[in-house]
């Protein structure tokens, strides 16, 4: 299973991006999907995770207002508005789910490869 992300780049403050990410491959089933992000010198943090169905999401308080998560059909996107300097970071997709491995299930968290975004001010 792959988790391919795109739709990072460079954008003035107060500009949008949209994030996409999209899981291939060996899917039994997703339970949900989400983003975190880490800035250089700190720790990976949740920006946003929605449940497969869309039906519950949730945000980090500093993008409340900003960003805009939804899922479909094995992606899920990030629509991110308002972009301020401090969103600059890596920004990494995930999903949790259960993945066909040879002869069994697997249940985990898999990752995807990072995708920067730059706010300039």
């Known amino acids: 299973v792959q988790l391919q992300a795109s739709g990072g780049g460079l954008v003035q403050a107060g500009g949008s991006l949209r994030l996409s990410c999209a899981a291939s491959?060996?899917?039994?089933?997703?339970?949900?999907m989400g983003w975190y992000r880490q800035a250089p010198g700190k720790e990976r943090e949740l920006v946003a995770g929605?449940?497969?169905?869309?039906?519950s999401s949730n945000y980090a308080d500093s993008v409340k207002g900003r960003f805009t998560i939804s899922t479909a059909k094995n992606t899920v996107w990030l629509q991110m508005n308002s972009l301020k300097p401090e969103d600059t970071a890596v920004y990494y997709c995930?999903?949790?789910?259960?993945?066909?491995?040879?002869?069994?299930?697997?249940?985990?968290?898999?990752w995807g490869k990072g995708t920067q975004v730059t706010v300039s001010s």
């Open positions: 995930y999903a949790d789910g259960t993945w066909y491995n040879v002869s069994h299930l697997l249940t985990s968290r898999l």
């Open positions: 491959g060996s899917i039994f089933s997703i339970d949900a």
């Open positions: 929605v449940t497969r169905t869309g039906g």
